[in-house]
T-cell receptor, first 116, second 113 residues
Framework: DTGVSQDPRHKITKRGQNVTFRCDPISEHNRLYWYRQTLGQGPEFLTYFQNEAQLEKSRLLSDRFSAERPKGSFSTLEIQRTEQGDSAMYLC??????????????FGPGTRLTVL | TQLLEQSPQFLSIQEGENLTVYCNSSSVFSSLQWYRQEPGEGPVLLVTVVTGGEVKKLKRLTFQFGDARKDSSLHITAAQPGDTGLYLCAGAPSGAGSYQLTFGKGTKLSVIP
């Protein structure tokens, strides 16, 4: 079992640049989630996919944020025109939903973004 | 918006001591998960509790879900330096939106050898 992987682990960028992060979920998982975590806080939900469908995106922080999961496997999170306030840890999680009530999410190691 | 409050925020204890961390809300959750997070890493799942009153044990860690499914506790017996980390609780709301975990701010535990 290879777990959730994220790439890159660290990204330093200048304000105004675009960045893209990749997440590879656990292979048999059908749901994929993106969270943001700032210093001293717990993760904050951003969006999620079931297979290739993005079922919730109202919590994305602004229209500069977008996410895709084109073939229902890996996902990308893009931030356009980055701002210093975007500096945070971006976490991906995945889960397998089979109709049971519990939706246990497994997290990747995160991508640490620093905007200069 | 459902909120989860964790207490204490910080805890520093000597190796061998026992401790309890609390996670409280005014909302009912369909399930509650506990994670441990190391600096610069993602949260690692420790346990999921689903039934009110449920108690789960993981070696020296005991997790309890409140009868009303609004609160939970984590008890560590004979803490070891390897237990050091940030402990996060996360609740899944009942019904629609159950995918959207709400996290507490965490309890930062330091176990001193």
């Amino acid at each position: 079992d290879t777990g959730v992987s994220q790439d890159p682990r660290h990204k330093i960028t200048k304000r105004g640049q675009n960045v893209t992060f990749r997440c590879d979920p656990i292979s048999e998982h059908n749901r994929l989630y993106w969270y943001r975590q700032t210093l001293g806080q717990g993760p904050e939900f951003l969006t999620y996919f079931q297979n290739e469908a993005q079922l919730e995106k109202s919590r994305l922080l602004s229209d500069r944020f977008s996410a895709e999961r084109p073939k229902g496997s890996f996902s990308t999170l893009e931030i356009q025109r980055t701002e210093q306030g975007d500096s945070a840890m971006y976490l991906c999680a995945s889960s397998l939903v089979t109709g049971t009530f519990t939706d246990t999410q497994y997290f990747g190691p995160g991508t640490r973004l620093t905007v200069l | 918006t459902q909120l989860l409050e964790q207490s204490p925020q910080f805890l520093s204890i000597q190796e061998g001591e026992n401790l309890t961390v609390y996670c409280n809300s005014s909302s009912v959750f369909s399930s509650l998960q506990w994670y441990r997070q190391e600096p610069g890493e993602g949260p690692v799942l420790l346990v999921t509790v689903v039934t009110g009153g449920e108690v789960k044990k993981l070696k020296r860690l005991t997790f309890q879900f409140g009868d009303a499914r609004k609160d939970s506790s984590l008890h560590i017996t004979a803490a070891q330096p390897g237990d050091t980390g940030l402990y996060l609780c996360a609740g899944a709301p009942s019904g629609a939106g159950s995918y959207q975990l709400t996290f507490g701010k965490g309890t930062k535990l330091s176990v001193i050898p």
